[in-house]
């Protein structure tokens, strides 16, 4: 079995430090960072997470896998610098202001991850502003935001009408989610995509980047 | 202190909905756990924000709701109800916003039972507000003094039950659910969970014995039922939803030890374990909160429940009017089935409510652990513990034992991957330190989001 393999496996396995040693040898080797980014990593995420939409692992699976997945991609990073490889996205994701719910942000975080993302988590109760900022900061190319509640989805609405504010709107696609939120609502304030889950937001993301390639 | 070290009901026999051990009188009459099983009716608003503008057009929302469901009581003969208005987190951090809510619906109540004869109350659960980076202690400070004058306020100004869904410990326990880490969950519930309980309900009880309101209970919403809707999802094992579920029992149970006398929140399935050790009535919430979320319990869960509730509904518009009156109007004739099996009989009650146990209890391990008499077990085996701690592994363990011969017995249908996950879940627990303060030393590096000084652990 190639390192690659040996790599994508054990990621699906979720053991991470088996990720660290393959990745290691593999670079002793010679792969590429690209290879091992997209043949090793990526690809035992992208197998999990078909058995994971067949019902076959629970989402503790696909977060132990993704810690793995974090931890080989620490050792690759030089690597990865060095033959200026980037991620196939960056979001920055973030629960709305007034709202304390988290669990749904990080899984759609770790899916996110899992799919070779780059996140910018703003953490829960985040303002419009902070929005704003770290649009400016990181430039990335989605904003997520989330919220549980009826009486704060609107704020998904303020962050929509502050990025247009500040010029920023055209620059990045927002996807919204969480339990109120429909996509009647997504096209009432003017977000580009309503993920219905984390599984889906995760696909939606790479979909809005794979169309910007 | 009360100290409970067994069960208050031994058979099941008079382990059943409408009756409770000791039952609770409210000022108007009314008897919970009496042998009367009545609704409890939740509702929230519609897609709005809230602050200082919006807050008259909120009070006009509230009042409708209000006046909605009271119409719907005198319609259908309904002899008494609960309203509980759980405030959203902007009423709790703006305590008078919470106040004028209350006050509101209590007039309204007050007024269409004087005019009709009928008995209504309000439950006020003031949103527990102790979370987030501006948090400055779980004990003190001004989350802690919003939430405590939101209490007094409100039980001032019509609230007769005082009730919470507090969150000692959801910091820890959210990661665990993620991850399906046992241990961390029993941290958080059996040792956080059950310290911030131990503070909250002190004062909690204080207040109400200080304006003559009475303390209800407190259900651990944010840890059983996140898992309960992460499973329903398949996100993660039924089995780890079922186990975290009666874990949740013994941090609820601290509300009662401290001097709460029901009738138990709705919204925590565990109620049901807490009236079978301390004997006080539950509300419970089943099939009519599929307006809220997904349930696998909705007809198991209304076995032992005093008060029957709908979750919460929003204030949206439906065919039959709007949808806090017809959410009302299903609890209604819910109940009137009930209590008319029972005016025929406590047999006949007793056949009702093992049919309502039988429908659900094969499907999903969560309905299981809410089987009346699968409850008296795992009550009796968590009362031969004394700690917290030692009452939740046991609790866990014994779960997993009941759920494992339920399947063997082909009584519970289980997937295979649930089967392997109760296995970890079994081993994980044997694995465990012997006593708290070893867990507590062991948890604390790992446990990125809590602050062991908001607690007082250092």
Same mark, same amino acid.
């Given at each position: ?87 196939? =996205?960056? &979001? /920055? ?6 709202? +304390?719910?988290?669990?749904? *942000?990080?899984? %759609? ?47 998904? =609405?303020? &962050? /929509? ?6 010029? +920023?709107?055209?620059?990045? *696609?927002?996807? %919204? ?37 | ?458």
């Amino acid at each position: 079995m190639s390192n690659l393999q040996l790599i994508s496996e054990s990621v699906q396995k979720g053991r991470a430090k088996e990720t660290v040693t393959y990745i290691t040898e593999a670079i002793k080797e010679g792969v590429s960072a690209s290879d091992i980014l997209n043949n090793g990593l990526l690809d035992g995420m992208s197998k999990l997470g078909v058995r994971f939409k067949n019902n076959e692992v629970y989402v503790p699976d696909v977060l132990v896998a993704a810690r793995a997945l974090t931890k080989g991609l620490e050792e690759l990073k030089p690597l990865m610098i060095s033959e200026d490889i980037k991620p196939i =996205g960056k &979001v /920055v994701l973030g629960t709305v202001k007034g709202d +304390l719910h988290d669990i749904g *942000k990080n899984l %759609v975080k770790m899916m996110l991850i899992g799919n070779g993302f780059e996140v910018t988590d703003l953490g829960v109760d985040v303002s419009a502003e902070s929005f704003v900022n770290a649009v400016k900061e990181n430039e990335p190319d989605i904003v997520a935001l989330s919220a549980l509640l009826t009486t704060t989805m609107s704020q998904q =609405g303020e &962050v /929509v009408n502050a990025l247009k504010a500040n010029g +920023l709107r055209e620059k990045v *696609k927002i996807m %919204v989610g969480g339990a109120p939120v429909t996509q009647t609502f997504c096209d009432e304030i003017g977000a580009d995509a309503y993920a219905a889950d984390a599984a889906s937001s995760a696909e939606l993301a790479k979909s809005f980047v794979i169309h910007k390639q | 202190m009360r100290i409970f070290n067994t069960t208050t009901y031994d058979s099941l026999e008079d382990f059943v909905y409408s009756k409770a051990k000791n039952p609770v009188i409210l000022k108007n009459g009314m008897v919970i756990g009496g042998g009367m099983l009545y609704p409890e009716i939740n509702f929230t608003l519609p897609t709005m924000t809230i602050n200082k503008e919006t807050m008259p057009q909120i009070l006009g929302i509230y009042k409708e709701i209000a006046t909605g469901i009271c119409q719907r009581a005198h319609e259908l003969h309904v002899p008494g109800f609960v309203a509980e208005i759980e405030t959203l987190p902007p009423m709790t951090f703006n305590p008078q916003w919470g106040i004028d809510v209350c006050s509101t619906v209590a007039d309204v109540l007050n007024s269409y039972s004087e005019k009709y004869g009928y008995k209504a109350s309000v439950r006020i659960t003031p949103n527990d507000i102790r979370e987030g980076d501006d948090l400055e202690h779980m004990w003190h400070g001004r989350h802690w003094d919003s939430i405590l004058n939101t209490f007094e306020g409100c039980a001032k100004n019509g609230a007769e039950l005082l009730a919470i869904e507090s969150v000692g410990g959801k910091e820890v326990h959210d990661e665990a659910v993620m991850f399906c880490d046992i241990s961390k969950s029993i941290f958080a519930l059996s040792v956080l969970g059950c310290k911030d309980m131990g503070k909250l309900w002190t004062e909690i009880v204080r207040i109400a014995d200080s304006t003559g309101t009475i303390a209800s209970g407190d259900t651990a919403c944010g840890f059983a039922n996140t898992a309960m809707v992460l499973a329903d999802r398949n996100y993660i094992p039924k089995t780890f939803a079922a186990v975290v579920r009666v874990v949740s029992a013994i941090r609820s149970l601290v509300a009662i030890e401290c001097g709460a006398k029901g009738p138990h929140k709705d919204c925590g399935y565990e109620g049901v374990f807490v009236k079978a050790i301390s004997g006080i009535p539950i509300s419970m919430e089943g099939k009519a909160s599929a307006c809220a979320h997904l349930s696998p319990v909705g007809n198991v869960a209304s076995c032992l429940a005093d008060l029957w509730s709908n979750e919460s509904i929003q204030h949206i518009k439906l065919l039959g009017g709007m949808a806090p009156t017809v959410c009302f109007e299903q609890l209604a004739y819910d109940c009137r089935l009930m209590n008319e099996a029972s005016s025929k009989g406590n047999d006949k009650a007793l056949f009702l409510r093992d049919c309502l146990a039988d429908s659900d209890s094969l499907y999903d391990p969560q309905a299981y652990v809410l089987r009346p008499d699968v409850v008296l077990d795992i009550s009796k085996q968590i009362m031969k513990e004394k700690t917290y701690y030692d009452r939740a592994k046991r609790g866990a363990i014994a779960t997993v034992g009941i759920l494992r011969k339920a399947y063997d017995e082909r009584t519970l249908k289980l997937d295979d991957k649930e089967l392997d996950w109760m296995d970890r879940i079994y081993d994980e627990i044997e694995d465990m330190p012997k006593t708290e303060q070893e867990l507590t030393e062991l948890m604390i590096p790992l446990c990125e989001k809590l602050n062991p000084e908001k607690y007082d652990l250092i």
